[in-house]
């Protein structure tokens, strides 16, 4: 055997027990990949649920303006049935009864479009708060990776564990978006 072929066979070993000392870094990156992935999903879908809660509740604040409107132009009409001179005095108090009913019946579905709107502004400011910490967590767990893979570039465990410590920051930033009520 030649001195060059010796060395050639020792390169190889010292390269192929660098290559398994990074295997785990090498499967650590695999794995914070697909979590940065899974996270940016969840984090976009609940963006997108935030915005439908806040269109619905726009909708609703809409229709519990519109029966707002219309129950005062109701009271301003019985207001002028009253001080108006009619000739008909029985069929302005038909029509003015009329009135009072439907003021009751919306007097209480405006309470209740009030409280539904509430109810989805609610769901909004949740939903705003899941996705912030789906953000936060997509950006430790990017951060995670990237220092992760100086590992491979430096052979220092160092950068492997400082990114383990990101990641670790990014899980619980992504479950803690699941804890939220």
């Not at 302005?92 to 405006?110: D, L, N, P, R, T």
Request: glycine share 4%; no cysteine.
């Amino acid at each position: 055997m030649e001195a060059n072929e010796a060395q050639e066979l020792q390169e190889q070993a010292e390269h192929g027990a660098s290559e398994s000392t990074l295997r785990p870094v090498a499967f650590t990156m695999s794995v914070l990949a697909v979590l940065v992935a899974v996270t940016t999903v969840l984090g976009h879908r609940t963006h997108t649920q935030a915005i439908l809660f806040q269109n619905q509740a726009t909708d609703q604040w809409n229709e519990y303006q519109a029966h707002k409107i219309r129950s005062y132009d109701t009271s301003l009409i019985e207001d002028l049935l009253q001080v108006t001179a009619i000739s008909d005095k029985a069929a302005a108090a038909k029509i003015a009864s009329g009135y009072v009913e439907h003021e009751k019946k919306w007097a209480g579905e405006v309470e209740q479009q009030q409280k539904q709107a509430e109810a989805l502004e609610t769901k909004v400011e949740q939903a705003e708060a899941r996705a912030d910490r789906f953000d936060l967590a997509e950006a430790m767990l990017e951060i995670g990776l990237v220092i992760t893979s100086v590992t491979l570039l430096t052979r220092s465990r160092i950068y492997w564990y400082l990114g383990l410590a990101f990641s670790v920051l990014g899980v619980a930033s992504a479950a803690s978006a699941f804890l939220l009520k």
